[in-house]
């Protein structure tokens, strides 16, 4: 019987040791977290990074980077607290249009082999623009069944924490073990021997594409749950904390090694250095300057792993 | 015949060509008043860019994956450490500006630390870099809007014979850029590692060290601009880097330098960067709101890019 870890599992090991560690030390500096209400509290705003770093991971398995994933999740959340709430005929077309328009865009870089980092930055300024026609001053109102799915008190364990469960899961099951997704990895581990094979890579970037917009919209619309009301730069520092949160969970940029697991603990990680800084009590000045050294540190962390993970194999 | 031949080849033409267009579009809405006004806004505000703006392609020129998210963070902090040790003394103008540089030495240095030594990808590098850039100018500054000195503030606003002295220099610093790209050992070096990192290791080429220069050197010139932007704008503020991530991005693709990297071009980076101003003002004059403003830019720069890889798909 073989007891020695896979390689996936022990890339798994940095992001779920560091966020443990990361909670204990919340849990020591301030016991009253250890609460149902408390770990809502703390993971509360964690449900949308989850998701929209698993839209930003399904880009990244592709190879490609979404610079646009921080504005079109505002423009979603501004789409959610305008026409989703008033006129849900009108709200729900308008965001089956915008997941179209993301397939629409992996077939765009697909075909004419665009470099995805311009296209997705050209992406940012267009949805931040509708975003601002929308919604020109902060505002809106969160539709009553986003707002009751993102308030719910489920027995036992808070929602946040569900919720992440549930996403990392269901992302879980798609990129890892069906089809689709050894398909969408295997054009970002090589995209030729994928076509050779005689699948369709370009099926499969628009098929990432897509259900990563299907995940952003859903990110979105669990941002609108928490926060009650929208604007047009809502979620723009999603984009930075979505592709750290992917690099966190162990994936990498290329070659289409990505772990949704992975991402949902590096998003929750991401969430937590915010409240354990504040636990600190780190001046306020400091606290983005050490959420940079937290990312840093993490990921020497994982240098050191993969240096000993490297030797195992070697002998 | 061969000289037009070959000047349409030029990816800088597109970019210049596309200023015209603007230019005149812009020109004519307002029946010709404005037009030097135009022209010299253009020139001032465009100058920022290119200078942020050829850093960026330096280190983008060094390959795919190579970017620096730092730029904003590493303005704000000089700008904000510059205008506090000047401290509007005309007599410490200098000790600020080499205050600025340092700077910029110091967190290009820390970039490629984390680059080499961490191996982490420079776009989370840079990135984890620049919130603690972003940090220390926020404990630099604590809310004071210290002015700059009055002999900067009347250099960086004023012109000489007409054309804006921020042209200038930004000219100067692209004319030099453009010389240590085309004509010195370095420009080679850094091309030959944007085609081939492995190859270019193979012919002998220091890499690290190149990268390392290259990573400074782009840190330097986002020091610089920062430094000039504060005492042009009439003093630091927290947020004033903050649209040239993404516009020293856009200027250095627009302009015509590959993204796969290998191959730079500095006239494009002016070109580019006064068409990002020109569409700006022209969307302004047509009475424009923010939002189609910001939905027209977007188009543009998809569409250039468009274009642009069409382009070089024909050529081998």
Known sequence: MNLRPSSDTIRL?????SLASLLAAVFWLQPRAMSYIGLNLLFNLAVPIALATIAQMLI???????????A????????????????????????????????????????RNLPSIV????????????????????????????????????????????????????????????????????????????ERAGWSALAARAGAYGLAGAFAVAAGIALVGLTTSADANIALRYTLLSIAGVILGGGEFVGGRVSPIGAVIGALTLTLAGSFLSFLRISPDWQIGAQGAILIIVLALRLFLNRIENRERRR | MTLFHGLFKKPWLWSWLAVAVVWSATVMVTGGAGALGLSQAALTFAAFSVIVGIGQMFVITLGPGNIDLSVPATMTLAGTVALKLMNVDNGMIVPGLLAALAVGVAVGMCNYT?????????????????????????????????????????????????????AIVALLIAVAAWVLLEKTLYGRWITAIGQSMAAARMAGIPVDGTRFITYVLCAVLAALCGYLLACFSGGAALNMGAEYLLMSIAVVVIGGTSVAGGDSNVPGVWGASLFMFLVVSMLNTYGLGAGVRLIMTGLIIISVIVVASGRRARQP
């Open chain 1, 119 to 194: 296209v997705t930055l050209g992406m940012s300024f267009i949805w931040t623009g509708l975003a601002v026609l929308l919604l020109p001053a902060p505002g809106g109102h969160a539709p009553e069944w986003a707002r009751w799915l993102m308030t719910a008190k489920p027995p036992l364990m808070p929602m946040a924490i569900v919720a992440s469960i549930l996403i990392a899961l269901l992302a879980h099951f798609i990129v890892m073990r069906s089809s689709f997704g050894v398909l969408v990895r295997g054009v970002g581990g090589n995209e030729r021997s994928v």
């Open chain 1, 60 to 70: 990244m398995a592709v190879n490609n980077l979404d610079l646009s994933m921080g």
């Open chain 1, 13 to 17: 090991i940095v992001p779920a040791l």
């Open chain 1, 72 to 111: 079109f999740v505002s423009f979603v959340a501004c789409v959610a607290a305008t026409f989703l709430y008033d006129s849900p005929l009108l709200g729900v077309p308008i965001l089956v249009a915008a997941v179209a328009a993301y397939a629409l865009l992996g077939v765009v870089i697909h075909l």
């Open chain 2, 114 to 166: 984390l680059i080499k030594l961490l191996r982490i990808p420079p776009i989370i590098a840079t990135l984890a870099m620049s919130f603690i850039v972003q940090s220390a100018a926020i404990w630099t500054n604590r809310g004071l809007r210290i002015k700059p000195p009055s002999l900067l503030a009347e250099f960086t606003t004023s012109s000489t014979l007409g054309i804006p002295n921020m």
